[in-house]
């Protein structure tokens, strides 16, 4: 695995379709193997098996991975925010905390499912045989 390249993953019988991008499998939440089952089941848990093509998902480690990536995405355009508000509105400290405290949450959740989804694929890609493959 030299140069970031993905290694050429061996053909599989149960599914013999080409493997969806990365992007697809991150924003759409899909396998990463076929990319037309869901990959999450419920939020944020990811399913034990895709119901399409059958990979064994449950030896993905995810990890600590997507909510640091999302903390180094979202910190930046929350102190945007927080600036910007400050510039233009002059608001008291309340509002700030109220803003940002209304605003963070969702943003997280919507930042999670991709960043979760995009660590899930490329570890199908990278390291194939510890989920199924």
């Not at 149960?14 to 759409?28: D, E, H, K, N, Y």
């Not at 600036?83 to 943003?107: G, K, N, Q, S």
């Not at 997280?108 to 194939?128: D, E, F, T």
């Given at each position: 695995?030299s140069?970031?390249r ?20 991150a924003?759409?939440?899909r ?6 089952g869901?990959?999450f089941?419920g ?6 098996r895709c ?16 909510p640091?990536?999302v903390?180094?995405v979202?910190?930046?355009i929350?102190v945007?925010l927080?600036?910007w ?5 002059d ?8 803003v940002l ?7 997280a ?7 979760k ?11 194939g ?5």
């Amino acid at each position: 695995m030299s140069g970031g390249r993905a290694r050429s993953l061996p053909a599989d019988p149960a599914w013999a379709g080409p493997p969806p991008s990365l992007l697809t499998v991150a924003l759409r939440g899909r396998c990463p193997r076929c990319g037309q089952g869901k990959l999450f089941l419920g939020l944020l848990a990811v399913r034990d098996r895709c119901a399409v093509c059958g990979l064994d998902l449950r030896g993905n480690d995810a990890g600590d991975g997507a909510p640091v990536g999302v903390m180094f995405v979202l910190g930046p355009i929350l102190v945007i925010l927080a600036y910007w508000m400050e510039t233009r509105f002059d608001p008291p400290l309340w509002v700030f905390a109220v803003v940002l405290v209304v605003i963070t949450p969702p943003l997280a959740v919507v930042l999670m499912r991709p960043a979760k989804a995009a660590l899930v694929g490329i570890q199908y890609r990278y390291r194939g045989s510890e989920m199924g493959h």
